[in-house]
Structures are given as C-alpha cells and as structure tokens.
C-alpha cells in the first residue's frame, strides 16, 4: 500500500466512492485516570515526542491506545504486524495500528479499524494508506470498516461502508481536549466491538 500516495488513487484504483464530509463520528464517556491523562499532556508538550515517526507512535499513539485496549476483551490492538491481502493490487504493507479479534490459533483475524499516522504532518497520503487498509478488510469480509488518522496532536476520523468512503470534517485537537479523543476513541472502539459480535453470532 506504500505507492498509493493520493485518496483519488485509492479511489480509482479499486472504484471506491467519495461521499462529501459528513460528520458521523459520536462520542462514548471514556474514564481516564488523572494520572494518565496529566502524563499524556506532557509527552504531547516535549519536543522529544516528535523527534521522529517512531517516537510519535511509541510516545503518544500507542499509549492512547493500550488505555483503550485494555477495557475491550473482544480484540486487540495489533502494532505494526504485516497486513498482506493482494500483492497484484498493492495491498500490502505494515499499518502502524490494527483492531481486529484473534483467530483461533492466535493470528490476527479481519481488522475493523486501522490507525495510522500521518507521517511528515502528510495528511493526504495518511489517508491514502487507511483508505487502502480498509478496501483491503472489505475484500475480506468487512462491511464496515473505519480509520483514524492522526500527528499524535490532531486526530481525524473516517470509514468505509458497501464501497463509499466518508470521511469526518471535524478533526481534534490532542493538546486542546484529550478527553474528546479518548471519548471518540471510545465510540469508534464500542463500535468495532458491536461489529464484531454481530458477526459471531
């Protein structure tokens, strides 16, 4: 997926259709110790957090996550796993973030949200890459699939649903209000858990 560089690419590529922006995303209260949260506002004023992609991912975005994680036992966060569905299209690559449950011999399943970051502040190619992510969960069973894509500051959102990507206009500010991040977060969260239930009954 590393060549797909533009949304109009993706959207050629694998005839995917661009809805207008259309604000979809809610909000599920998320508790987060004080503790964490005064700890994340600090690594997100150090310069030391965005020295490098890494840093961002390993500073600021993972531990966002793994806060989340820990309160759904229907999945996981998967870092940095190869996600390889189809070399002849492009899809393959190493997502820095996936949820998805486990198979039964300990694999991971089929992804319902990706998690990328917008490497280089490069915005349009982050989105490339997730739109790309979730084509390539819907070719395997995914009927809904959505993406955050995020500078560890700002985070925005979007999905996939039966071949038309939409995509949040509203993006959120990490340094202004952490506690939304972790409420949308939580919603898109309880929203994966609900597919996924749906799709074990």
């Known amino acids: 997926m590393v060549h797909l560089k533009t949304v109009l690419e993706v959207t050629e590529k694998f005839g995917i259709e661009e809805a207008d ?65 189809d070399e002849k299209n ?4 190493r997502p820095d973030f996936l949820v998805a449950p486990k198979t039964k011999q300990g694999r ?19 989105w490339a890459q997730a739109l790309a992510e979730m084509y390539a969960a819907s070719t395997q069973g995914s009927n809904i699939c959505y993406a955050v894509v995020t500078s560890g500051k700002a985070w925005e959102f979007g999905k996939l649903y039966n071949g038309i990507f939409t995509k949040d206009p509203n993006q959120i500010s990490a340094t202004d209000n952490l506690q939304k991040v972790f409420d949308t977060l939580n919603w898109l969260f309880d929203e994966v858990d609900k597919t996924i239930k749906r799709k074990e009954k």
């Not at 492009?90 to 690559?93: K, N, P, R, S």
Request: contains cysteine; aromatic residues 10%.
């Open 108 to 126: 991971m399943d089929v992804p319902e949200l990706c998690i990328m970051e917008a490497k280089r502040q490069d915005w349009e190619q982050g």
């Open 21 to 85: 922006a259309t604000n979809f995303i809610s909000t599920l209260k998320f508790e987060v110790l004080e503790m964490d949260i005064t700890r994340l506002k600090k690594r997100l004023s150090e310069k030391a957090s965005f020295v490098s992609e890494e840093a961002v991912c390993e500073r600021i975005i993972s531990r966002i996550l793994e806060l989340l994680d820990d309160h759904y036992t229907g999945f996981l966060v998967w870092s940095h796993i190869a996600y390889n569905v």
């Open 90 to 93: 492009d899809l393959m690559g």
